[in-house]
Nanobody, 124 residues
Framework: QAQLVESGGGLVQAGGSLRLSCAASERTFSQYSMGWFRQAPGSEREFVAGISRSVLSTSYADSVKGRFTISRDNAKNTVYLQMTSLKPEDTAVYYC?????????????????WGQGTQVTVSS
């Protein structure tokens, strides 16, 4: 059972950058497809980015395309979310998630394992 721990959140001004990390305890991390989701107060959890276990496939929400980059280092059991040109509307709690089935999914219920979340706040 994978345990996920996010880090790297914080307060940043609009236009700034942050890099989120998600460390997995699972030795078979490379067998999981990974996703980043976010949830703002009063809103549903939404897909941000995903990466397949082979790293051959990535997917992004339209709202973050060209600004965010997802990557993974299977040797370190870690997935990253590099966020640039941040906007106040990017403010949310960011969660990483893992799924053992093939391919990237934008649907939260397809992910079996979740981290506790890390707060990202972008000031205007």
């Amino acid at each position: 059972q994978a345990q996920l721990v996010e880090s790297g959140g914080g307060l940043v001004q609009a236009g700034g950058s942050l890099r989120l990390s998600c460390a997995a305890s699972e030795r078979t991390f490379s067998q999981y497809s990974m996703g980043w989701f976010r949830q703002a107060p009063g809103s549903e959890r939404e897909f941000v980015a995903g990466i397949s276990r082979s790293v051959l496939s990535t997917s992004y929400a339209d709202s973050v395309k060209g600004r965010f980059t997802i990557s993974r280092d299977n040797a370190k059991n870690t997935v990253y979310l590099q966020m640039t040109s941040l906007k106040p509307e990017d403010t949310a709690v960011y969660y990483c998630a893992a799924k053992s089935s093939l391919g990237v999914s934008t649907t939260p219920r397809t992910y079996a394992y979740w981290g506790q979340g890390t707060q990202v706040t972008v000031s205007s």
